[in-house]
Nanobody, 122 residues
């Protein structure tokens, strides 16, 4: 199994910055995609940013130019640098890793973190 642990959420004033981290552990053979999602109260979970194994990144239009996703493969860790935070960024942020576990037969995994709350005060 693969476990994800998130950290870095908290309360910040509008215009401020936060950096989220997501560390993975367990039976990881490869990581195909890493992503950050968020869910605001009363809304559906939405994709914030994703980084693929080749390094390609994709961002939601609402965060382009403000958020940056990055990774450290050696540490099986992903980050989300959030700058210029706005009240509408308030949500629970979840990280997600997808890839293959080691062993025979090979298995895929789709792991989620427990979520970390980001609150932006206006």
């Amino acid at each position: 199994q693969v476990q994800l642990v998130e950290s870095g959420g908290g309360l910040v004033q509008a215009g401020g910055s936060l950096r989220l981290s997501c560390a993975a552990s367990g039976n990881i053979f490869s990581i195909n995609a890493m992503g950050w999602y968020r869910q605001a109260p009363g809304k559906q979970r939405e994709l914030v940013a994703v980084i693929l194994s080749g390094g390609t990144t994709n961002y939601a239009d609402s965060v382009k130019g403000r958020f940056t996703i990055s990774r450290d493969y050696a540490k099986n860790t992903m980050y989300l640098q959030m700058n210029g935070l706005m009240a509408e960024d308030t949500a629970v942020y979840y990280c997600n890793f997808r890839g293959r576990s080691g062993g025979i037969p090979a298995r895929t995994y789709d792991a989620w973190g427990q979520g970390t709350l980001v609150t932006v005060s206006s």
